[in-house]
């Protein structure tokens, strides 16, 4: 029994464009000028038949720059060429100058919508940020007053338990005096009342011998 051959990792069967050059990008682009039409990122990938979009726009920008540059230049080689030759070169130039006007002009159309979008975004962010610090300075001011308040009512609850404590005590020497008081009262009450009844016994007992000593003898008998 064969073995079956084993199945490739994912991505392996995949092909992958190249990094694209520059000299690449610019035989596109001059193509694309030559046939009439404004080099893109689109139009060029599909000419190139790939590539990164980041790296094409940074290879564009550099071909339209350096496109500038060699326009702004002397052209005596023009003078040397057939002038339906010298012709054509010069249009093309022309066209290619217009292309990279435009394409500048577009860029920085571009750069300026977006920096007044971040313009608004950060103005839009500022004044939410603003709102939100004024609420929470309101909020903090509300809790300090609250914790304030709160304070004082703890200070005059102290301050009344405190003098609720000293009358407390106050009334408790009081009552401990009356009860010392109330109880001499009552010793010294006992004291009268045990004197009185000694007194009113000692009464009654010297009462009869008295009322004996004073009752008259019987007469004796006649004729005795």
Do not use: C
């Amino acid at each position: 029994m064969s073995e079956s051959p084993s199945n490739p990792a994912y991505g392996a069967t995949r092909r992958r464009r190249a990094t694209v050059s520059f000299a690449e990008l610019e035989r596109a682009a001059t193509a694309l000028l030559r046939s009439g039409l404004k080099p893109g990122i689109d139009s060029l990938r599909q000419a190139l038949g790939g590539g990164s979009p980041q790296t094409i726009q940074a290879l564009l920008s550099r071909y339209w720059r350096e496109l500038g540059e060699r326009i702004d230049g002397p052209a005596p080689a023009l003078q040397r060429m057939p002038s339906d030759v010298a012709d054509l070169a010069d249009e093309l130039w022309r066209r290619a100058l217009a292309l990279a006007a435009e394409a500048s002009t577009q860029d920085d159309n571009a750069a300026k919508e977006r920096l007044e979008q971040l313009q608004r975004d950060h103005d839009l962010r500022s004044h939410a940020l603003a709102l939100r610090e004024r609420e929470m300075a309101t909020l903090l001011e509300s809790r300090e007053r609250t914790v304030r308040e709160l304070e004082s009512h703890l200070r005059t609850t102290m301050s009344l338990l405190s003098s609720g404590q000293a009358t407390i005590r106050a009334l408790e020497v009081r009552i401990t005096a009356a009860d010392a008081q109330a109880e001499e009262y009552r010793q010294r009450l006992a004291a009268v009342v045990a004197r009185a009844g000694a007194h009113l016994r000692a009464s009654k007992s010297r009462e009869p011998r008295q009322v004996s000593a004073a009752k008259p003898r019987a007469p004796a008998p006649k004729g005795s």
